[in-house]
């Protein structure tokens, strides 16, 4: 029987608790488990880093919202992707990344991973053709975003997916940005797909986490045990706290996705910005990309402030109702200088960000409590 997604979200890996009848998972609180006999744990739970019922739920629940065969659940997206890339690549290997990255992600990239061998390099993921000329025999991975962040670019996962095949490289899409209710990767022919449940999938700025969903079942199976073996496992509570937010993933995208769209377009006839970043104003772009390969275009607008980076910042400043603090995704609305706060490892560098954008994670308030806070943040 194939079920909707809201359905999945509710009840994906989530059947009643067996002794009780809980119709909520249970927290197993637990490091270990008693075991019947020497070699012969019972349901195959030994200890808590290798696995936990409530992470289980959680990483069968992934895997049905983003269509995916399995899913493995980290203590945060870096940790995903560390993960990720310990397990597929080795000293020598070449990863492109977008030009236009979280600043988090460069940072593994740039001051981690290359230190142990992997090479990288940037480029356009919304351009064919640059990708393409980015490609070297070494390459291991295309790692996109999409929407990317803060700049919001969005990439053809299909184009690239055909791309890294060609080369026998794998497709990673961070979807952290889309959701699984807003883009399943899977479908497009990604490989892997990358999540900061963090961020809208725990949806309350509550729980910090990370995830990998994919369909291969020999690449799973490596990347479960780097998982124990590495130990960057998120714990039972975060696990249900994370478990708790999907449930309400659907409805909570649909009105993060109303509110956003009211502000783009009010941005984009303000005189104190000078540029408004969105996938669903028709003239981004990759509008018409978004449009094939998302349901809608996201919680997310960036912008740049007509007076430069010190109008940016008074703009942040001035804020009231958008909370100042890095991280996205949440209920509520927050707002942030990238190139100051989440991007700024990457100042210096070709993926440093200009000093005039804001970025707004659009919550779920009234949406005409968030005009009237960003019309007296901009005056």
């Given at each position: 029987?194939?079920f909707?997604?809201?359905?999945l979200?509710?009840?994906?890996?989530?059947?009643?608790?067996?002794?009780?009848?809980?119709?909520?998972?249970?927290i197993f609180?637990?490091?270990t488990?008693?075991?019947?006999a020497?070699?012969?744990?019972?349901?195959?739970?030994?200890y808590?880093?290798?696995?936990?019922?409530?992470?289980d739920?959680l990483?069968?629940c992934?895997?049905a919202?983003?269509?995916?065969?399995?899913?493995?659940?980290?203590?945060?997206g870096?940790?995903?992707?560390?993960?990720?890339?310990?397990t597929?690549?080795?000293?020598?290997?070449?990863?492109v990344?977008?030009?236009?990255?979280?600043?988090?992600?460069?940072?593994?990239?740039a001051?981690?991973?290359?230190r142990?061998?992997?090479?990288w390099s940037?480029?356009?993921?919304?351009?064919?053709?640059?990708?393409r000329?980015?490609?070297?025999?070494k390459?291991?991975?295309?790692?996109?975003?999409?929407p990317?962040?803060p700049?919001?670019?969005?990439?053809?996962?299909?184009?690239l997916?055909?791309?890294?095949?060609?080369?026998?490289?794998?497709l990673?899409v961070?979807?952290t940005f889309?959701?699984?209710?807003l883009?399943?990767?899977?479908?497009?022919?990604?490989?892997?797909?990358?999540?900061?449940?963090?961020?809208?999938?725990?949806?309350?700025?509550?729980?910090?986490?990370?995830?990998?969903?994919?369909?291969?079942?020999?690449?799973?199976?490596?990347l479960?045990?780097?998982?124990n073996?590495m130990?960057?496992?998120?714990g039972?509570?975060?696990?249900?706290?994370?478990?708790?937010g999907i449930?309400?993933?659907?409805?909570?995208?649909e009105?993060?996705?109303d509110?956003?769209?009211?502000?783009?377009?009010?941005l984009?006839s303000h005189?104190?910005?000078a540029?408004?970043y969105?996938?669903?104003?028709?003239?981004h772009?990759?509008?018409?990309?978004?449009?094939k390969?998302?349901r809608?275009?996201?919680?997310?607008v960036s912008?740049r402030?007509?007076?430069?980076?010190?109008?940016?910042?008074?703009?942040?400043?001035?804020a009231?109702?958008?909370v100042?603090g890095?991280?996205?995704?949440?209920v509520?609305?927050?707002?942030?200088?990238?190139g100051?706060?989440?991007?700024?490892?990457a100042?210096?560098?070709?993926?440093?960000v200009?000093?005039?954008?804001?970025?707004?994670s659009?919550?779920?308030?009234?949406?005409?409590?968030?005009?009237?806070?960003l019309?007296?943040a901009?005056?």
């Open positions: 029987m194939t909707g997604f809201e359905t979200a509710i009840h994906a890996g989530q059947d009643p608790e067996s002794r009780t009848g809980s119709v909520v998972p249970p609180q637990t490091s488990y008693a075991q019947d020497v070699g012969a744990p019972r349901e195959g739970y030994e808590a880093r290798t696995a936990n019922p409530t992470r739920a990483q069968q992934l895997a919202i983003e269509g995916g065969r399995r899913g493995l659940t980290f203590a945060s870096l940790a995903a992707e560390d993960t990720l890339l310990r597929v690549c080795r000293p020598g290997d070449h990863v990344i977008p030009d236009d990255a979280y600043g988090g992600t460069f940072r593994l990239f001051r981690v991973a290359q142990w061998g992997l090479d940037a480029a356009r993921i919304s351009d064919l053709d640059a990708v000329a980015a490609l070297t025999p390459t291991k991975i295309i790692w996109v975003e999409t990317t962040n700049l919001l670019g969005i990439a053809d996962i299909a184009g997916s055909s791309l890294a095949h060609e080369r026998d490289a794998l990673v961070d979807n889309a959701s699984p209710y883009q399943q990767p899977l479908a497009h022919g990604a490989d892997v797909v990358v999540h900061s449940t963090t961020k809208y999938i725990g949806g309350h700025s509550d729980v910090v986490g990370g995830a990998l969903v994919l369909n291969d079942e020999g690449v799973a199976q490596d479960a045990y780097h998982q073996a130990g960057a496992i998120n039972p509570f975060d696990a249900w706290l994370t478990l708790r449930k309400t993933l659907g409805v909570r995208m009105r993060h996705c509110n956003a769209e009211r502000i783009a377009e009010y984009t005189p104190k910005v540029h408004v969105y996938p669903g104003l028709p003239e772009p990759g509008h018409e990309t978004a449009a390969q998302m809608r275009f996201g919680g997310m912008f402030a007509a007076g430069g980076e010190q109008a940016a910042i008074d703009v942040c400043n001035r009231r109702l958008f100042l890095e991280s996205l995704g949440g509520e609305s927050l707002i942030e200088h990238p100051r706060m989440t991007h700024a490892s100042a210096g560098s070709p993926l440093e200009p000093g005039d954008v804001v970025r707004l659009v919550g779920i308030e009234t949406v005409d409590d968030l005009l009237a806070d019309e007296q901009l005056g």
